[in-house]
């Protein structure tokens, strides 16, 4: 079985070079990338099947660059090695085609199995962000109405409670009183747990 081709994209030399070291005993790395538009020549160029790229890049970041990334075709697999806890970037990074998202902080372990389970197609959400609670994931959707769903999917998308409201012509209130007995009914206390909910149903896909 060939190994894992990677592309690796940081500005920071000593974390672009720990990366390389922790790394280039379990994949084949390709390059460094250390802005973001050297990443999308090298994504085009190389077309490495999964590649790793930090939110805060010069030139262009993270983001933006993964979108340019997508647009010119890209197949590759992406996952954001970012230093933020976030939910809001969480979602911002599966929006613009990421497959992962692991924190600078995990364990090395944790970024090899992160690597693993994008290139074979799944998601991957570092465990240092929260988990969903056991309970059937059959049970949660049934007992979500169809206008929490709304909701959710909106919250899955970035939106403000504001901005909710503004899209489904309900008050405030009514949007922030939704988004409570969601996460009553999930048993979640952060909007990252919904987060990770929304993709565990596909709502980002």
Same mark, same amino acid.
Request: with cysteine; aromatic share 4%; proline share 2%.
């Given at each position: ?12 030399? !000593? ?19 250390? #802005? ?24 262009? #970041? ?7 990334? !997508? ?11 970012? !230093?933020? #806890? ?19 902080? &995990? ?6 199995? /992160?690597?693993?389970?994008? &290139? ?17 994931? /059959? ?67």
């Amino acid at each position: 079985m060939s190994r894992i081709r990677l592309l690796l994209a940081d500005d920071h030399t !000593m974390v672009a070079e720990g990366l390389r070291s922790l790394l280039r005993d379990e994949f084949e790395l390709l390059g460094t990338a250390a #802005n973001g538009k050297e990443l999308v020549d090298a994504a085009v160029e190389l077309n490495p099947d999964v590649i790793l790229v930090d939110i805060s890049m010069p030139v262009l #970041n993270g983001f933006d660059a993964v979108r340019e990334i !997508m647009k010119r075709g890209s197949e590759s697999k992406i996952i954001f090695l970012t !230093m933020h #806890n976030d939910a809001t970037l969480l979602a911002e990074a599966f929006r613009c085609g990421a497959s992962g998202y692991v924190l600078k902080q &995990a364990a090395g372990e944790e970024l090899v199995t /992160a690597i693993r389970e994008v &290139a074979q197609g799944n998601n991957y959400i570092t465990s240092l962000i929260t988990s969903l609670p056991p309970a059937s994931q /059959a049970k949660q959707q049934k007992a979500i109405t169809p206008r929490q769903r709304e909701v959710l999917q909106l919250i899955s998308e970035g939106l403000t409670m504001k901005e909710i409201a503004a899209e489904l012509k309900i008050s405030t209130r009514t949007a922030e009183s939704h988004k409570y007995e969601i996460m009553q009914t999930l048993g979640v206390e952060t909007t990252a747990e919904l987060i990770r909910y929304c993709l565990r149903l596909g709502l980002i896909s």
